[in-house]
């Protein structure tokens, strides 16, 4: 278990009962595979961000559901059902903002409801197939959208990244960093530039941490150091994950997405989004529809000091993520194909393709 390629981000242990993740918060000193075994743990797990990011939380989501279900004793479908439910709820309360925790629950729950004639007993075998499913999809559709993202690029380039989007938030190859593993591959020589991404720290301790593992050329930026590489033209395409992507195009991401939008924009950069369809919510009509979570203010005066760095009762407003307006994208690079302005249309045209590929 030498590196971080080596392991699981997120794993089911079915015979002891078990969701295996990495705990993220220990990173990058210390590999801990944490083994949990009850919803609160779960639930305590995307809440702290032991597992983050928007695909992993997905598939922990599908395996922690499957572990609720199979403790419900119930025979009865709608006695099982009721227990379900109640378990799903409580998981989708964990964390607001990434779609992909409602999504893997609901992709369940479908599967529950279309079984009801089914016993319980062979209902609990089809959740599992499924979480497994939700897994498996998660690791072809980074791999698809590495190779549409590398499309776009050339060898030597100079990239840049905020948060992380990588191996470590997904089950394997990341969004934003598998066109950079790809190209590594390749020997195509990228020059990657990784924010630390404040308050949390997701880009200095896990990308940079990722990236330097697969022996990609990283350099390390304080969140307000971009505009500065940008305008010295170290920059060539700026590569970003997301949590929820609107049906016109606007996108959360971790704090801090928009300023670098903003910026490659002004720099004539282009800024792209990496989106698994599953992070892209057709029902949400625009940014202004998105819930941005708040997060404690100790995550921003306290968790990085030894002691308390800002002054005793200053008020914080500590929000997890923003809002990058479709006018500052180029484009948004998905398992169907790379979605380009206007994306109220070129979404709706991914999905389609999605739908039809589904049914062929
Ligand atoms: C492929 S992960 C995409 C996003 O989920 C990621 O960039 C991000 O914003 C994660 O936020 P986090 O709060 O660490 O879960």
Redesign the pocket.
């Known amino acids: 278990m030498d590196t971080i390629f080596d392991m699981e981000t997120v794993a089911l242990d079915d015979e002891n009962s078990a969701l295996l993740i990495i705990d993220?918060t220990q990173l990058p000193y210390h590999k801990e595979i944490l083994h949990l075994k009850d919803q609160e743990s779960i639930w305590d797990a995307i809440y702290l961000?032991k597992v983050?990011?928007?695909?992993?939380?997905g598939v922990a989501a599908g395996f922690g559901i499957y572990l609720a279900a199979k403790e419900i004793e119930e025979q009865d479908f709608d006695a099982f059902y009721e227990k379900f439910k109640r378990a799903k709820d409580y998981l989708d309360s964990a964390?607001p903002?990434?779609v992909?925790l409602s999504w893997a629950l609901n992709r369940m729950d479908a599967v529950v409801l279309a079984n009801r004639e089914k016993t319980v007993g062979q209902i609990k075998q089809l959740l599992l197939a499924e979480a497994n499913e939700i897994k498996r999809e998660d690791i072809r559709v980074?791999k698809t959208i590495g190779e549409n993202g590398l499309s776009l690029l050339k060898p030597g380039m100079g990239l840049l990244t905020?948060?992380?989007?990588?191996q470590l938030?997904?089950s394997k190859y990341?969004?934003?960093t598998a066109p950079m593993y790809l190209g590594q591959e390749k020997g195509y020589g990228f020059r990657v530039f990784c924010d630390e991404?404040r308050p949390?720290l997701?880009g200095a301790r896990?990308t940079a941490y990722e990236l330097m593992e697969a022996g990609i050329d990283t350099t390390l930026l304080c969140d307000n150091m971009a505009p500065s590489v940008m305008r010295q033209g170290l920059v060539d395409a700026v590569f970003?994950?997301?949590?929820r992507v609107a049906k016109n195009g606007d996108t959360?991401?971790?704090?801090g997405?928009s300023y670098v939008a903003i910026a490659a924009k002004n720099y004539g950069i282009p800024f792209y989004v990496?989106a698994?369809t599953s992070?892209i919510d057709m029902d949400c009509e625009s940014g202004g529809d998105i819930h941005i979570?708040l997060r404690p203010a100790e995550e921003v005066t306290e968790m990085w000091y030894e002691k308390r760095m800002a002054p005793e009762g200053v008020k914080v407003y500590n929000p997890?993520?923003d809002v990058t307006d479709a006018q500052f994208i180029t484009a948004i690079i998905t398992e169907y194909g790379i979605a380009y302005p206007p994306f109220d249309v070129s979404l709706k045209e991914i999905f389609e393709k999605k739908s039809k590929a589904q049914n062929d």
């Open positions: 993220q961000l983050r990011g928007a695909p992993a939380i964390r903002t990434a992909n980074c905020h948060c992380n989007a990588g938030a997904t990341g969004t934003a991404t949390l997701q896990l970003v994950g997301c949590d959360a991401n971790k704090i997405t990496c698994p992070t979570e997890s993520f």
